[in-house]
């Protein structure tokens, strides 16, 4: 007995196409979302892990410059928030280390003296933005949910135009 082979139509195509950018849209927003948090100060770490409690992003901590390299080279993130000092160095070095990277994070700067200033230098050297300590929770849970969604609407647009 012959089976009957059917050839789908272009519509029916289009259909599983949809359904397979559906499904890997879908992964890239399962992917985990990871933040660098970067300060020799106890508190600031404490601070960014309650703020963050339910969000379910993984927040790595690290106290130094040259830690923050290492764990930069590691695996990739989504957001770095670095004080301003550090003891071997500060937030323009490690802007300078995530330049370089293929996929560079947002980079925040928190600082007890955030101004005018620091703000300008900041977004003139490609950081993202400026924090404020101690850290304000409605202003950490705005900034990283908007960089979030940058990042969902940037993955989804690069599943989009590969599936057409």
Known sequence: MAVARHNVGPSVARGRDKVR???????????????????????DHRSLREILRHSGWRIAEVRTCKAALSRLSQRPLQ???????????????????IQTLAAPPAFIVSSRLADDHLWAEVLNLGGYDVLARPLSESEVKYMVSTIRMREQRQATQGVCAATV
């Open 21 to 43: 950018a559906s499904k890997r849209t879908n992964q890239i927003e399962l992917l985990p979302f990871s933040i660098l948090s970067i300060s020799n100060v106890s508190e």
């Open 79 to 97: 957001v770095v928030i670095c004080e301003s000092n550090l003891p071997d160095g500060n937030w323009r070095d490690v802007l300078l280390r």
